[in-house]
């Protein structure tokens, strides 16, 4: 029996050890991955303003925007929003701003579903990349944007700042 609560003890360190160090690093370089898709996709858009408005008139099909203001909100979308979840900043929020988004944009181009959208749903060619773009996301909006963010720093600031400064014992000065 000791060797069992041995090992048991010991999967226990390694798993919170995991969740306190790997956790953060793993939701920075999906927050940061998924973010520089997008960020990347903006800057497309805005080096090409004719092309860009030429796929919204044409290709993308957006549900109740003009292709005029759809190009212009798109483009601004994928060069702001990213930023927000890149640095954790409203992570949930903002993650979830991005998810829906990413939904609107596979569902407005067809080109991206080939054999028709729900088979491609539900296969892992069409739309890959939307849909681990998707799972990235999902992560954030259920963990949160984790340690390694600016709503993490936010925390940690507001939880030592609630927690007031504490004097040690006669030297005067200010413990962290």
Same mark, same amino acid.
């Given at each position: 029996?000791?060797?069992? /609560?041995?090992? &048991? ?12 160090? +790997?956790?953060?690093?793993? +939701? ?24 860009? /408005?030429? +796929? ?41 701003? +991005?998810?829906?988004? &990413? ?19 539900? &296969? ?51 413990? &962290?």
């Amino acid at each position: 029996m000791p060797i069992v /609560q041995s090992l &048991n003890t010991c999967y226990r360190r390694a798993a919170e050890w995991l969740q306190a160090w +790997l956790g953060p690093v793993a +939701l920075l370089c999906l927050r940061v991955w998924v973010a520089l898709a997008f960020w990347h996709a903006g800057v497309v858009k805005f080096e090409d303003p004719m092309g860009t /408005q030429y +796929l919204f008139e044409s290709v993308y099909h957006v549900p109740l925007l003009s292709p005029d203001f759809a190009a212009v909100l798109g483009t601004w979308i994928e060069l702001v929003v990213p930023w927000f979840v890149g640095l954790g900043v409203f992570g949930r929020v903002s993650a979830l701003f +991005l998810f829906v988004y &990413n939904i609107i944009a596979f569902t407005s181009f067809p080109g991206l579903w080939p054999h028709g959208f729900w088979t491609g749903l539900f &296969n892992t060619s069409d739309f890959a990349d939307h849909k681990v773009w998707g799972l990235m996301l999902l992560a954030v909006i259920a963990w949160g944007p984790g340690r390694l963010s600016i709503d993490g720093l936010a925390q940690r600031v507001m939880r030592h700042w609630r927690a007031g400064p504490s004097r040690s014992a006669g030297s005067g000065m200010v413990r &962290n």
